[in-house]
């Protein structure tokens, strides 16, 4: 059985990946940042549902704190599938954005990225197959006003897995980002309205956090092989 490692894995879409991920025969490892409560759940969840999980709290942003966990992990298994869902935003113009603002969300989406994917790399690559997935945003495929920190630092996710893709695509490694639209979470109740939705959506809808599971799923899988470097969009149609 593949261990796969889901980063944020204690949120809405998070859980959704998780579970489906499980129901893919993969072990999967919950990771939390300070909610490992949820994460336990979850994982309870999927244990209930006859899968195979686990919980694990650490802060992707500390590198030494990260590889001490993934080691403890590593000198069992190989992770074989990675998706890095992690990530926070901290909207508000440029003109009036802190420092700590513009820090902490590249902090949490590109550094983290670097900091959980580089100590996993090499018995990755050792396997001869792998998934590295992350979860960007249309903020970084074509920007969005108030979210100058937040569209970088998923734009800099892609350029990070496009270069990636190249150094491991001869050891049967694959590495994608999944870029969702407004996906319909508790986190887009104040944001966006049904009628704000319809006015920016196409298909007149918010994505569901089942649907990015399934292309996590499909992604992940031996059908997608041929599939790496890429930014694969997922947002009804608006970009």
Known sequence: MKTA??????????????IQLSK??????????KNLTNAQLIVEEIIAL????????FDI????ETSKKLSNILHKN????????????????LAGMGKKQWDSVIDVSLNGFFNITQPIMLPMMKTRWGRIIAIGSIAGVMGNRGQANYAAAKAGLA???????????SRGVTVNVIAPGIIKTNMIKDSFSEEKIKQLVPMKRAGTVDEIA?????????KAAYISGQVISINGGMV
């Open 214 to 222: 399934d292309l996590v799923s499909f992604i992940s899988s031996d």
């Open 159 to 169: 350029g990070a897995c496009k270069s990636l893709s190249f150094e491991v695509a």
């Open 5 to 18: 490692l889901v980063t944020g894995g204690s949120g809405e879409i998070g859980k959704a990946i998780c």
């Open 61 to 64: 942003t500390d590198f030494d």
């Open 50 to 57: 006859g899968g195979s999980a686990q919980a694990i709290s």
């Open 24 to 33: 893919d025969n993969y072990h999967v490892i919950v990771h939390a940042n």
């Open 78 to 93: 190989p992770i074989q599938i990675l998706v890095h869902n992690a990530g926070i935003h901290d909207d508000v113009p």
